[in-house]
């Protein structure tokens, strides 16, 4: 069976209890998943400025005979049963449950997307993932999960993102500096657009290039995140804020394993 792992996340009522009724639904749900083992709970930020108060986060590592959308199906339904509700994006919750990682598939659907394509630059998934799959490597990117959290320990952290010139390069070097002042931010050209819109083709953390110092982890051409845009929006800059926070956040751990 795929060896999988799902990240929790929670900040509303009693987290860590949400977190051990979701992992007893897992098993209870469907008989096709078996629950291996899970991560400490750790207490993190809260990213974005409608998320509420301090998150608890953990990884679960399951196997399963489910297809990856069956999973997601299963997963959803326990989020909605323990109160999982999404009026506000980003909003506060008291469950939230990602599929990470499926064995060493690549999945690409409209509704599913593994490796879950933020998790190689938020430390609340990095750190949690990291404590019990240091080893299991990143199928895109082919490095493991804790060469992943490495990259993420090293200042100042070296952002690069792809942006028209003009005003909003300004901008965004002006605020993203002011806000961050452990990180150095590299605004590369970029004449991607379309209609009211201005495309971002890429961010990059750490990207390769000849400064990095020994033992930095770096990826030749990572992803990153695709960023879409609204012309009269703050050109980027509150997604990249939440971005960089993920990525600068200090985890810390609240409880060990919530394995019974």
């Known amino acids: 069976m795929p060896c999988c792992f799902l990240g929790f996340g929670g900040n509303v009522g009693n987290v860590a209890a949400t977190f051990a009724s979701a992992l007893g639904e897992l098993g209870r749900n469907d008989e096709r998943i078996h629950v291996v083992r899970t991560s400490s709970i750790y207490r993190t930020a809260a990213v974005g400025e409608n998320a509420g108060g301090e ?6 590592e399951i196997e399963t005979e489910l297809t990856p959308l069956n999973l997601l199906a ?8 323990l109160g999982r509700t999404r009026e506000v994006h980003w909003g506060p919750r008291p469950l939230d ?6 064995g060493s ?3 690409e659907e409209p509704e599913l997307q ?14 949690p993932l990291a404590e019990i799959a240091a080893d299991v490597v990143h199928p895109v990117f082919g490095v493991t999960i804790g060469q992943l959290r ?14 028209r010139e003009g005003a909003q390069r300004d901008h965004l070097i002006a605020e993203l500096s002011r806000r961050f002042a452990e990180v150095q931010v590299e605004l590369i050209p970029s004449e991607l657009s379309t209609g009211g819109t201005t495309l971002m083709t890429h961010v990059r953390i750490n990207p ?20 879409l845009i609204p012309a009269d929006d703050d050109g980027g800059v509150a997604f990249l804020s939440a971005v960089i926070a993920s990525a600068t956040d200090q985890p810390a751990i609240v409880a060990g394993s919530f394995l019974a």
């Open 208 to 227: 390769l290039d000849d400064e990095c110092r020994t033992g930095q982890i770096t990826l030749g051409d990572p992803k990153g995140v695709p960023v």
């Open 97 to 102: 449950i990602d599929l990470l990682l499926y």
């Open 114 to 127: 593994v490796p879950h394509p933020a998790m190689w630059y938020r430390r609340f998934v990095l750190d």
């Open 105 to 107: 598939e690549v999945v």
């Open 55 to 60: 998150f608890l986060n953990a990884v679960v």
């Open 74 to 81: 299963c997963l959803q339904s326990i989020e909605t049963a």
């Open 150 to 163: 490495q990259r993420m320990l090293f200042r100042p952290l070296r952002l690069r993102i792809a942006c």
